[in-house]
C-alpha cells in the first residue's frame, strides 16, 4: 500500500476555503486516499485562527498530527512561533522517513519550503518521490526546490473535497491504482463512489430541504397584511421569482456532492430557467449537478488543476443546465405547474366539499403509501408558489397534523394504556409547536383497526369542513401562526383546526374505552 504524508498550513486564502477547520479537510483527504487504497502515514498541519497573510508571529495557533489511523489530533493553543519551532522537529521526523522509504509521496496544502517544511521537501527533491497539492506560491516555491511535482494548483475556487480529489487522482495515475472518487453521500449517510450519482436523486430530500424558502415566502405575505408593511408584498412577490433558483440550488447540491460548487452550479442554472418555476428549477438543478459531477470526473481525471476544475464544474455545469432549461425544460414545465394548479381550482371550483372530503379521506393512505412527499407536497409547493398558500396544505395541517395532535390529548387524557400518556405528551407538543409530526399517531393507529377507522373519519369530516369554508394555508408552521397564512380567513382557518383535534380526540378516547371494556372483560 503506497503511504502518502500530508503536510501545509492554514494558508492565507487556504484559510477561508476550508483551512479554517483542519479536521473536516483532513478527513476528506483520508476517504479519498482510502477509496484510491493508498493510506495517509503522516500529517503535519499548521492551523491559526486567521489567514495568514500578514499574520503575525504572536498569533495563536496549533500543530495537527496523526492520531491513529484514520485522526487527525492537534495540540495546545500556543504562538504561531512556537508552533513553527515544534513543527520543525516533526519537519526533521518526516524527513527521516522521506529518506528511508516509509512516505511514497506527498500532499501539500499551502506548505512552507522555504521554512518548518524545508528539510522534508529537500529529501523529497533528492528521492523524486511526487508531491501534489495547492497554493501558489508555496507550490511555485517547492518546484524551484527540484521537487517533482505531479499535480499543483492555486488555492483559489478549490474546495476540501475538490483539493483532496485531485491530489488523489494525480497519485492513482502516476501509480496505476484503480480509483473511484468519493463524492457526496447517498441519503442514509453512506458516501457514494463514482457511477452512483442517479442514486443521489432523491425528489423528496430536495421538497423538504426547500420548505423554509417556501415558509419564509408565506410569512412575508401575511405580514404584509398588517397595516403599514404593505411593502413586505413586494418582498413577498421577489421570493416567488427565486423559489426556482432556490430548488436548483439544492438539487445541483445533494446531486453532485461538491458542496459549493454544486450550489453555484445550481445557482447558474436555476437564474437562466426561472420561468419553468418549481418544476422547472428541479429538473435543471439535478441536470446541472449532474453536468458538474462528470466534468470535475474528467477534469481530475486529466490533471487540470483544481481552480480551473471548480470553475468549469460550477460555471460550464450551470450554464448548460441554465440554457437547457430555458430553451426547452422552462417551457414544458411552465405549462404542468399551470395544469397541475388548473386542476386543482377546478375540483374546488366543481364542488369544494366533495374535493376536501375525498382530499381527507386520502391523505392518511398517502402518507402511509410514501406517495405524500412524491406526489402531495410538490402540489402543496406549486400552489404556495403561486399564492403563498395551498389547500392541500391546509389538508395537511388539519386532517394530518391537527388529527394527529388530537389522537395524541386522547391518549393523554383517556389512554388505552398508562405507557401511551408518557409517549403521547412530547408528540403533541411537536404537533402543536412545530406542525409535522404526523407518523406519531402510526403506533395507535396500526394497533386497533377502531382507531385507524376512526382517524380516517376525523380527517375525511375535516376535509369536507375545510371545502366547505374555501379555507387555503401551510403545514410545516407553529399551529398559532397557521390561522394568519392562510387565505384572508384566519377565524375559518381556526374553526378547521379545532374542529379537526376536537374530531379525533373524541373518535381515540371513545375506541380507547371500548379497548379497556374489553381488556377488562377478558382479564
Given at each position: 500500500?503506497?503511504?502518502?504524508?500530508?503536510?501545509?498550513?492554514?494558508?492565507?486564502?487556504?484559510?477561508?476555503?476550508?483551512?479554517?477547520?483542519?479536521?473536516?479537510?483532513?478527513?476528506?483527504?483520508?476517504?479519498?486516499?482510502?477509496?484510491?487504497?493508498?493510506?495517509?502515514?503522516?500529517?503535519?498541519?499548521i492551523g491559526t485562527d486567521t489567514t495568514?497573510?500578514?499574520?503575525?508571529?504572536?498569533?495563536?495557533?496549533?500543530?495537527?498530527?496523526?492520531?491513529?489511523?484514520?485522526?487527525?489530533?492537534?495540540?495546545?493553543?500556543?504562538?504561531?512561533?512556537?508552533?513553527?519551532?515544534?513543527?520543525?522537529?516533526?519537519?526533521?521526523?518526516?524527513?527521516?522517513?522521506?529518506?528511508?522509504?516509509?512516505?511514497?509521496?506527498?500532499?501539500?496544502?499551502?506548505?512552507?519550503?522555504?521554512?518548518?517544511?524545508?528539510?522534508?521537501?529537500?529529501?523529497?527533491?533528492?528521492?523524486?518521490?511526487?508531491?501534489?497539492?495547492?497554493?501558489?506560491?508555496?507550490?511555485?516555491?517547492?518546484?524551484?526546490?527540484?521537487?517533482?511535482?505531479?499535480?499543483?494548483?492555486?488555492?483559489?475556487?478549490?474546495?476540501?473535497?475538490?483539493?483532496?480529489?485531485?491530489?488523489?487522482?494525480?497519485?492513482?495515475?502516476?501509480?496505476?491504482?484503480?480509483?473511484?472518487?468519493?463524492?457526496?453521500?447517498?441519503?442514509?449517510?453512506?458516501?457514494?463512489?463514482?457511477?452512483?450519482?442517479?442514486?443521489?436523486?432523491?425528489?423528496?430530500?430536495?421538497?423538504?430541504?426547500?420548505?423554509?424558502?417556501?415558509?419564509?415566502?408565506?410569512?412575508?405575505?401575511?405580514?404584509?397584511?398588517?397595516?403599514?408593511?404593505?411593502?413586505?408584498?413586494?418582498?413577498?412577490?421577489?421570493?416567488?421569482?427565486?423559489?426556482?433558483?432556490?430548488?436548483?440550488?439544492?438539487?445541483?447540491?445533494?446531486?453532485?456532492?461538491?458542496?459549493?460548487?454544486?450550489?453555484?452550479?445550481?445557482i447558474v442554472g436555476g437564474a437562466l430557467?426561472?420561468?419553468?418555476?418549481?418544476?422547472?428549477?428541479?429538473?435543471?438543478?439535478?441536470?446541472?449537478?449532474?453536468?458538474?459531477?462528470?466534468?470535475?470526473?474528467?477534469?481530475?481525471?486529466?490533471?487540470?488543476?483544481?481552480?480551473?476544475?471548480?470553475?468549469?464544474?460550477?460555471?460550464?455545469?450551470?450554464?448548460?443546465?441554465?440554457?437547457?432549461?430555458?430553451?426547452?425544460?422552462?417551457?414544458?414545465?411552465?405549462?404542468?405547474?399551470?395544469?397541475?394548479?388548473?386542476?386543482?381550482?377546478?375540483?374546488?371550483?366543481?364542488?369544494?366539499?366533495?374535493?376536501?372530503?375525498?382530499?381527507?379521506?386520502?391523505?392518511?393512505?398517502?402518507?402511509?403509501?410514501?406517495?405524500?412527499?412524491?406526489?402531495?407536497?410538490?402540489?402543496?409547493?406549486?400552489?404556495?408558489?403561486?399564492?403563498?398558500?395551498?389547500?392541500?396544505?391546509?389538508?395537511?395541517?388539519?386532517?394530518?397534523?391537527?388529527?394527529?395532535?388530537?389522537?395524541?390529548?386522547?391518549?393523554?387524557?383517556?389512554?388505552?394504556?398508562?405507557?401511551?400518556?408518557?409517549?403521547?405528551?412530547?408528540?403533541?407538543?411537536?404537533?402543536?409547536?412545530?406542525?409535522?409530526?404526523?407518523?406519531?399517531?402510526?403506533?395507535?393507529?396500526?394497533?386497533?383497526?377502531?382507531?385507524?377507522?376512526?382517524?380516517?373519519?376525523?380527517?375525511?369530516?375535516?376535509?369536507?369542513?375545510?371545502?366547505?369554508?374555501?379555507?387555503?394555508?401551510?403545514?410545516?408552521?407553529?399551529?398559532?401562526?397557521?390561522?394568519?397564512?392562510?387565505?384572508?380567513?384566519?377565524?375559518?382557518?381556526?374553526?378547521?383546526?379545532?374542529?379537526?383535534?376536537?374530531?379525533?380526540?373524541?373518535?381515540?378516547?371513545?375506541?380507547?374505552?371500548?379497548?379497556?371494556?374489553?381488556?377488562?372483560?377478558?382479564?
Amino acid at each position: 500500500m503506497k503511504k502518502l504524508a500530508v503536510i501545509g498550513s492554514s494558508g492565507g486564502n487556504l484559510y477561508n476555503q476550508g483551512g479554517n477547520d483542519p479536521a473536516k479537510m483532513m478527513r476528506e483527504i483520508f476517504v479519498q486516499a482510502e477509496s484510491a487504497g493508498m493510506e495517509i502515514a503522516y500529517v503535519q498541519f499548521i492551523g491559526t485562527d486567521t489567514t495568514m497573510d500578514n499574520i503575525s508571529q504572536n498569533a495563536k495557533a496549533r500543530l495537527w498530527t496523526l492520531e491513529g489511523e484514520r485522526e487527525v489530533s492537534c495540540g495546545e493553543d500556543m504562538t504561531l512561533q512556537q508552533v513553527n519551532e515544534q513543527a520543525k522537529k516533526n519537519d526533521a521526523e518526516l524527513a527521516g522517513m522521506v529518506r528511508n522509504g516509509q512516505i511514497d509521496g506527498m500532499i501539500l496544502l499551502s506548505c512552507d519550503p522555504k521554512g518548518v517544511n524545508f528539510e522534508a521537501l529537500t529529501e523529497a527533491a533528492k528521492k523524486q518521490i511526487p508531491l501534489a497539492g495547492t497554493g501558489g506560491t508555496s507550490m511555485a516555491n517547492t518546484q524551484a526546490m527540484g521537487c517533482r511535482v505531479i499535480a499543483a494548483s492555486g488555492t483559489t475556487g478549490t474546495t476540501n473535497r475538490t483539493r483532496a480529489i485531485s491530489a488523489v487522482s494525480a497519485f492513482a495515475k502516476e501509480w496505476k491504482l484503480k480509483y473511484s472518487p468519493v463524492i457526496g453521500e447517498t441519503a442514509g449517510g453512506k458516501q457514494n463512489q463514482e457511477g452512483s450519482i442517479w442514486k443521489r436523486i432523491n425528489f423528496r430530500g430536495i421538497m423538504m430541504a426547500s420548505m423554509p424558502g417556501f415558509i419564509a415566502m408565506a410569512l412575508c405575505l401575511a405580514l404584509s397584511k398588517i397595516p403599514g408593511l404593505g411593502i413586505l408584498e413586494d418582498v413577498f412577490n421577489t421570493l416567488v421569482g427565486f423559489l426556482p433558483i432556490v430548488l436548483s440550488a439544492i438539487a445541483a447540491k445533494q446531486i453532485s456532492g461538491l458542496d459549493e460548487v454544486g450550489i453555484v452550479a445550481g445557482i447558474v442554472g436555476g437564474a437562466l430557467s426561472v420561468d419553468g418555476g418549481i418544476i422547472g428549477g428541479m429538473i435543471v438543478g439535478i441536470l446541472a449537478g449532474i453536468f458538474a459531477y462528470y466534468i470535475i470526473s474528467i477534469c481530475f481525471k486529466y490533471k487540470v488543476p483544481g481552480t480551473t476544475a471548480n470553475i468549469a464544474a460550477g460555471g460550464v455545469a450551470g450554464l448548460v443546465a441554465g440554457f437547457i432549461g430555458m430553451f426547452l425544460v422552462a417551457p414544458a414545465a411552465a405549462w404542468g405547474g399551470n395544469m397541475i394548479k388548473a386542476a386543482i381550482d377546478w375540483a374546488l371550483d366543481y364542488n369544494a366539499v366533495l374535493a376536501g372530503g375525498i382530499a381527507g379521506f386520502t391523505i392518511w393512505f398517502a402518507i402511509i403509501g410514501g406517495v405524500y412527499h412524491a406526489a402531495i407536497l410538490p402540489i402543496v409547493l406549486l400552489e404556495m408558489e403561486a399564492s403563498g398558500y395551498s389547500f392541500l396544505g391546509c389538508i395537511d395541517l388539519c386532517c394530518l397534523i391537527m388529527v394527529c395532535a388530537g389522537i395524541q390529548l386522547a391518549n393523554i387524557v383517556a389512554p388505552r394504556k398508562t405507557g401511551d400518556r408518557v409517549a403521547s405528551i412530547p408528540n403533541l407538543i411537536i404537533n402543536l409547536a412545530f406542525g409535522t409530526f404526523a407518523e406519531a399517531a402510526y403506533p395507535f393507529m396500526f394497533s386497533s383497526r377502531k382507531v385507524f377507522a376512526s382517524t380516517i373519519v376525523a380527517a375525511t369530516f375535516s376535509g369536507l369542513l375545510i371545502g366547505a369554508l374555501n379555507v387555503k394555508c401551510t403545514a410545516y408552521v407553529p399551529c398559532f401562526m397557521a390561522p394568519f397564512l392562510s387565505n384572508s380567513k384566519v377565524l375559518e382557518a381556526i374553526i378547521c383546526m379545532v374542529f379537526s383535534v376536537f374530531a379525533a380526540f373524541i373518535l381515540t378516547a371513545f375506541c380507547n374505552k371500548i379497548e379497556r371494556g374489553k381488556e377488562k372483560a377478558a382479564g
